[in-house]
């Protein structure tokens, strides 16, 4: 697991564009974090990161936005889904067949349809002790591919390239 912190939705959002540089098609990010968290934030970094220069609004209430970019970008908020046989009549797990990069927000809510291999963000917040609010960002890869990936943009973070 890595851990970083940042400081502002500005820094969340450099923090995803830098990270969505080591991505490769058919990743799927699985993130988490409570409401107000910085999931939509975070998720419009990894869009910049992907060359994406659409607008990056959370898919709530449409459950999913499909973006257009050098890889395709697939962004999901499957907070209001009922349960799995909900995804599955609306084709969630398709998309993870796609050769895009596949981001779900609450993917507790699908958890037995996510690949077994994904990159887990939680996202947290905590306090200073002047009362501003950070965040604190923890990244996880399940797979070989993808834990590879993760060393390397944990390298990378670490040296501050």
């Known amino acids: 697991m890595f851990t970083i912190q ?22 799927i990010i ?57 995804a599955l009549d609306i084709g969630v797990d398709e998309y993870f067949n796609y050769s895009g990069i596949v981001l779900v927000e609450w993917p507790e809510q699908i958890e037995t349809l996510l690949p077994a291999e994904c990159i887990r963000v939680n996202i947290k917040k905590g306090w200073q002790d002047d009362g501003r609010e950070y965040r604190i960002i923890e990244f996880t890869a399940k797979g070989h591919k993808l834990e590879k990936l993760m060393g390397e943009f944990v390298e990378n973070e670490i040296a501050g390239n």
Do not use: C
């Open 6 to 27: 940042t400081y502002s939705p500005q820094e969340t959002i450099a923090l995803a564009k830098r990270f969505a540089a080591y991505l490769n098609p058919g990743t």
């Open 30 to 86: 699985a993130l988490s974090g409570e409401l107000g968290a910085g999931k939509t934030v975070f998720a419009k970094g990894v869009a910049i990161g992907l060359g994406i220069n659409e607008h990056i609004t959370s898919p709530t209430f449409t459950i999913i936005n499909e973006y257009d970019g050098e890889i395709p970008f697939y962004h999901m908020d499957t907070y209001r889904l009922s349960d799995e046989s909900e």
